[in-house]
């Protein structure tokens, strides 16, 4: 974990899965801060996620490889946004201790 300009911040560079596309190690960084996880991959386009578009981050396994999910609702995503990671419990860790914490709330 880093610290800049005051703010606690996290990188970890790996794989990952964002809809369809696959990401195999290492084209695929996570990037945490408190009020920001960014996805940002070797080339093209990142995928942001603000507390406020995150439902939770869970770990999840997919065949052979361990991970995080988040469950967002963020319009005009991919549904799917995996960041594989061999310790998913560690990560979902420190993204807590960092101080991200998804606001959106479950439907009743």
């Known amino acids: ?10 990188r970890k560079t790996g794989g990952g899965r964002i809809g369809k596309i696959n990401f195999t190690y290492p084209l695929l960084k996570i990037i945490v801060e408190k009020e920001l996880i960014q996805l940002k991959p070797f080339l093209g386009s990142s995928w942001k996620f603000v507390p406020e578009d995150v ?3 869970e770990p999840t396994q997919i065949l052979f490889t361990s991970g995080i999910k988040i469950n967002h609702i963020k319009k005009g995503c991919e549904h799917r ?6 310790n ?3 990560l979902i860790e420190t993204i807590q201790e ?11």
Do not use: A, C, E, R
């Open 1 to 10: 974990m880093d610290l800049i300009n005051n703010k606690s911040i996290y």
């Open 55 to 57: 439902l939770s981050i």
């Open 81 to 86: 946004i995996v960041f594989y990671t061999s």
């Open 88 to 90: 998913p419990n560690k």
């Open 98 to 108: 960092i101080g991200f914490i998804p606001k959106v709330k479950p439907l009743q």
